[in-house]
Every structure is written in structure tokens, then in C-alpha cells.
């Protein structure tokens, strides 16, 4: 796995402070992840390796308060970790890391559920679950397929399937209703044409040149001609959705949100479920933080848009054949950040290896 660079995901250099004050971060930030209320430093002085009393503990972290990675809500309260701190933890946590274990079990379920689309919202259950957070999956953009080839078939007079096989073996189909009557016959020499012009490029690129060669040739001469680019036209706009984007777990974050005292506000909650309904604003925020393959975490006030700055985003893009998709989870800023780093990491490499190679028997649209 490629660890993706930078502030917002992958591990970075260690702070330059003390050691020991890393060590005592690193504990608070653990025991806040785990119980949700704010750290004392009598507790820290007791459970701290380092031998030091809870003097010295609120000394130490009146220092790391200075370097804003702890914060008090109130004189009488302990400490809690700030975004600065979960970044900390975050980058120790990738930086220490090992690859996901033997990967077949996740890989042999997998092929056993079906589509491609059925693969990954399969995942995005399974991620939801594991890190009980929202779990989603983005499947490769259709977009940048490559075309092996496409073939019409007759249903009847007015009806044609079209099915598209991309390069990296996925199938994708939808059905036409035609405006003048096409015999079989003409519809295989259409798919000939198309096949023998296009095959390699991609969706995009065919698109492009169907619609230029359109607008060049106005009035064709050749009617097989024209009606070859003209069911590319109408094929290609039902064939080149954006990926589809799988989302599930709402449920699973308010009740999180509850037990664990994560402290997510009503109007947060609700920034989340619009996203989960408004999915292409998931894909917009994805573009913006993909800038590497691998595994990415964007923690709070790291995100650009401030409605989401409550939450955390920990997402791995995986390679369906010579296209991109991503999975992941989000959930709040005092997330379980190294069960759903590990989650994510296996379920990006284990979705891989079954689209590379085929998401089994019945392959479904991407």
C-alpha cells in the first residue's frame, strides 16, 4: 500500500517536541478515543509509563496546550486532544503500520456476492460495521474505461440492448428504444464500424470524436455510417454515468454518537445524512483530497468545506482494472482511527484484486 503524502494523509515526520511528551499524548488521545470524556492528569500520572507525578503530568500538559495539541473545556476538566493531536496519532499510527495479512478470505467472500455493483456495497456494509462509522464505496468512473467492444442486439422493432465490454473485462449495458426500424443485420455492421474505429480509446475520448465526426458530417452519405455514430451518440449517454457511490451506516454513527459521547451536534448529524443523499457531493469532496493512490485521512478543521470540519474522512482508492475507485469510512473526529485504518486498508486491496481480475460469475455495471 502507498501511503498518500502530506498533512492529510500518510505519515509524516514526528513532531519536534520531547519524546515524552509524545508519549503522554499519544496516551491521552487513546484514552479519549476510547472513553469520551475529557483526560485527568492524576489518571495520566497513574497509567503513564513514564514514572512522573500528576505535578509533572499538568506541566506537561500545560506544554502541549501551548502547542495546541490539547485543549480544556472548562478549569475543573481534564484535557481533550484538538485536530492537531489526532493528526499526531493518525501519522504515528501510518507510520508504524504493516500491510493488511493474508487477504483471501475477504477476497474468496467477496467474489461469492455477484456484481461489481453488488461487491461494493457489500464493502461499504462491511466498513460501516467495522468501524461504526459510514461505511462507503465510489466505483471506478466509467468515464475512463477503455473500450473493448460494443455490440447491439435486436429485442425487437424498436428495442436494441447495448452492451459494452471495457478492456478491463467489466461489463456494462441499457436499452435503447430506436426511432426508425434497424434489421439485425445492420445493427452487427453498426458494431462493427464502432468496434473497428474505437476499440482502446476510452468512453470520454469516444464520445468525443462520435460527436465531432456528427458535427463534421452533417448530412452523411453513407447511412450505415450515420447510423453507426448516431446509436454511439445514444449509447454512450446512458453508458458513461459517474461512478456509482454506495453509502451505509447513518444509523450506526447517531447511535455511535450516543454511547460514546462523540458530542456530534444535531446540525452536524444532519451535514451528514444530506451528504449521504446528495452522493455526488461525496465525489466532489473525494476529487479535492485524491491527489495519490493509497490511503488518505482527513481529520476535522483539515477539510476545506467547513460544514464537515466536525467529521473524519479516512478513504484508499483501489485500482478496478485500469480505472480508480475509492472505499471508506466517515465518522466523527474522535473516531477509532486504527480499526477503520485497517478496515479501509483491507477492504481497498481486497475490492482490487477482485475487479482486476473479475468480480466473479455475473459482472455488473461500474
Same mark, same amino acid.
Given at each position: 500500500?502507498?501511503?498518500? +503524502? ?70 475543573? *476538566? ?38 461489481? =455493483? ?11 460495521? *467495522? ?13 475512463? @474505461? ?7 442486439? +435486436? ?11 471495457? *478492456? ?11 426511432? $426508425? %426500424?434497424?434489421?439485425? @443485420? ?16 476510452? !468512453? ?7 460527436? %465531432?465526426?456528427? +458535427?463534421? $458530417? ?13 446509436? @454511439? ?52 469532496? !473525494?476529487?479535492?483530497?485524491?491527489? @495519490? ?28 482494472? =485500469? ?35 473479475? *468480480? ?7
Amino acid at each position: 500500500m502507498t501511503w498518500s +503524502a502530506g498533512t492529510r494523509g500518510g505519515s509524516s515526520p514526528a513532531p519536534e517536541f520531547p519524546e515524552r511528551l509524545q508519549r503522554l499524548l499519544a496516551l491521552l488521545v487513546r484514552a479519549y478515543i476510547q472513553r469520551g470524556e475529557p483526560v485527568s492528569s492524576l489518571w495520566l500520572a497513574r497509567e503513564s509509563p513514564l514514572g512522573v507525578s500528576s505535578a509533572t503530568v499538568r506541566n506537561m500538559l500545560g506544554q502541549l496546550e501551548t502547542l495546541g495539541y490539547v485543549q480544556q473545556p472548562h478549569s475543573s *476538566a481534564g484535557r481533550v486532544p484538538t485536530d492537531q493531536a489526532y493528526r499526531f496519532h493518525v501519522d504515528m499510527l501510518l507510520h508504524t503500520r504493516r500491510p493488511p495479512r493474508d487477504l483471501s478470505e475477504a477476497e474468496a467472500r467477496l467474489r461469492r456476492v455477484g456484481s461489481v =455493483d453488488d461487491v461494493l456495497s457489500e464493502v461499504s456494509h462491511e466498513l460501516s460495521r *467495522a468501524a461504526h462509522s459510514v461505511g462507503f464505496a465510489v466505483s471506478p468512473d466509467s468515464e475512463a @474505461a477503455r473500450l473493448r467492444r460494443i455490440e447491439f442486439v +435486436a429485442l425487437d422493432a424498436a428495442r436494441v440492448l447495448v452492451i459494452l465490454v471495457a *478492456a478491463d473485462g467489466q461489463v456494462t449495458h441499457t436499452l435503447l428504444e430506436l426511432d $426508425e %426500424e434497424t434489421s439485425p @443485420a445492420e445493427l452487427t455492421q453498426a458494431a462493427n464500424y464502432l468496434n473497428q474505429e474505437f476499440a482502446g480509446r476510452t !468512453l470520454i475520448e469516444m464520445r468525443v470524436a462520435v460527436l %465531432e465526426r456528427l +458535427a463534421r $458530417e452533417r448530412v452523411l452519405y453513407d447511412r450505415l455510417l450515420a447510423r453507426a455514430l448516431r446509436l @454511439a451518440q445514444s449509447s454512450l449517454a446512458d453508458l458513461s454515468p459517474p461512478g456509482a457511490v454506495f453509502i451505509h451506516g447513518a444509523s450506526s454513527l447517531i447511535d455511535e454518537s450516543l454511547a460514546q459521547g462523540s458530542r456530534l451536534t444535531l446540525e452536524a448529524l444532519r451535514t451528514l445524512i444530506a451528504m449521504m443523499e446528495e452522493k455526488h457531493r461525496l465525489v466532489r469532496i !473525494l476529487d479535492e483530497y485524491i491527489d @495519490a493512490p493509497g490511503l488518505t485521512v482527513v481529520i476535522g478543521t483539515e477539510h476545506t468545506d467547513p460544514t464537515l470540519q466536525r467529521f473524519s474522512l479516512v478513504f484508499s482508492t483501489f485500482m478496478g482494472g =485500469d480505472r480508480n475507485g475509492a472505499v471508506g469510512v466517515i465518522g466523527p473526529t474522535r473516531m477509532r482511527y486504527s480499526r477503520a485504518i485497517a478496515a479501509v486498508d483491507r477492504a481497498s486491496q481486497a475490492v482490487s484484486r477482485v475487479l482486476v481480475t473479475g *468480480a466473479g460469475p455475473n459482472q455488473g455495471a461500474a
